[in-house]
């Protein structure tokens, strides 16, 4: 049923009429939850860059100046470097020398590349890799979650919305009663009980019609936190159409879920993950080899060289950890089991968790007919009561209680179908559809 004046928002237009595919864009465009879990993907990615960088040679510097508190003296004896035939001893005499308190300067620098590191940076790097994919599963979830919530609350609006327009009608039909039943009291075909219940009901619905404006308004206000927009963006939904034969079977809806359920990819990303850290504390015993680069440099005395060089290789080794590596790489190996365990829960739930809301959604289509024929069944009374009674063939009581009956029945159908919608949407992310 439509509403008997067109709403129209605070600047004289009409709302904008919202489809549940638009609002489904928009929350997949514009919902904060989902910016902030793609700004973590990025942060990933990064992560990943900044470590590859360890590959490449790592060049450092420093530069330290000071002056001595105390100065350095070096005394050199006559002939301490050798006697040589022709020249003598060497130096020929005894020699001292001050260094003096002139601030001393030295510059360092060095340039180390990894060697037998390469091999632990890569497995890191894959484990990097390995979150950045855990982290974009994640935000594969998390939109699901968004859009199934998108979708739950487009159904309940709609329903809300039905429900406000059903009482509307209802109450446009009390008024039209309430018309009727006072002319037939001025007849003395009447009683005044008669007018004054039909009076309560019109007060009833009046008050019904209130509390579902409210309902709708807040669902609204829910529906745009959801998209991203300003929660007093005014629109209007569509109303969902009855449901279309389904074609799924529950064998293929187990494949499409094991195939498409960002769970069990996470699942399976963590046993990757337990490797790859296995092996990184395998690689624990491999020596640390570098190919250095050294260079030195002082400045601000005479009696050192000024530039000293050097290449070669730098050697670290822990030869003896008592035990530490063997443990280390044992708690991994747990850690790798447990993930495998945990892979299979996973995937079982998954299993299980398809095969329920299967059989929900079965079970929702199934009252969806029932309700069909309730409510149709319900509208033909009530236009053959609401007839006779305007032929002063049938009593009033009969009308309002035909009436009600129509009533709950819409009711019911709408809970019905909103019912099966909400039951698909929640199958859909079972299978692991992110639209």
Do not use: C
């Amino acid at each position: 049923m439509g509403l008997a004046h067109p709403l129209f928002a605070q600047n004289g237009k009409p709302p904008e009429i919202l489809t549940l595919d638009d609002a489904v864009t928009l929350a997949i465009q514009n919902n904060r939850t989902l910016k902030i879990a793609a700004l973590e993907v990025d942060k990933s990615k990064e992560d990943v860059a900044a470590f590859r960088t360890k590959r490449l040679p790592n060049v450092s510097a420093n530069l330290l100046a000071g002056g001595l508190l105390t100065e350095a003296n070096f005394r050199f004896k006559a002939g301490q470097f050798g006697t040589y035939p022709g020249v003598g001893p060497i130096p020929g005499t005894d020699v001292n020398i001050k260094s003096g308190n002139s601030p001393l300067v030295f510059t360092v620098a060095q340039v180390a590349q990894p060697l037998s590191q390469l091999y632990k940076i890569g497995l890191g790097v894959r484990l990097k890799q390995l979150a950045t994919d855990l982290d974009s599963q994640k935000l594969k979830e998390q939109r699901q979650v968004i859009v199934s919530q998108t979708k739950q609350v487009y159904y309940n609006l709609v329903q809300a919305q039905a429900a406000l327009h059903a009482s509307q009608e209802n109450l446009r039909y009390y008024h039209e009663l309430d018309r009727v039943t006072d002319g037939y009291v001025l007849e003395r075909t009447a009683l005044k009980g008669d007018s004054l219940e039909v009076k309560a009901r019109v007060a009833q619905e009046e008050y019904t019609v209130l509390k579902l404006t409210d309902t709708v308004a807040s669902a609204k206000e829910q529906l745009n936190l959801l998209l991203g927009r300003d929660v007093r963006t005014d629109f209007e939904v569509q109303s969902v159409p009855a449901p279309a034969s389904f074609e799924q079977d529950l064998h293929s809806a187990q494949a499409i879920a094991l195939a498409n359920r960002p769970e069990l990819r996470q699942a399976q990303l963590t046993t990757q993950q337990a490797e790859y850290d296995r092996r990184l504390a395998k690689a624990d015993y491999i020596p640390d080899v570098n190919l250095l680069f050294h260079y030195m440099s002082p400045f601000g005395t005479d009696f050192l060289p000024r530039n000293v060089a050097s290449v070669g290789l730098q050697i670290q080794w822990e030869p003896l950890d008592w035990g530490r590596r063997k443990h280390e790489i044992e708690q991994k190996n747990l850690a790798l089991q447990q993930s495998k365990q945990a892979l299979t829960e996973t995937e079982t739930k998954i299993l299980l968790d398809v095969n329920d809301h299967f059989r929900k959604l079965s079970e929702a289509r199934a009252m969806l007919a029932v309700a069909t024929v309730n409510r149709d069944a319900a509208g033909e009374r009530l236009r053959v009561i609401s007839d006779r009674y305007a032929e002063k063939a049938s009593l009033l009581r009969d009308v309002l209680e035909s009436q009600a009956s129509f009533a709950q029945a819409g009711s019911s159908y709408q809970q019905a179908l909103i019912s099966f919608w909400s039951a698909k949407a929640d199958f859909e992310k079972a299978l692991g559809e992110e639209r």
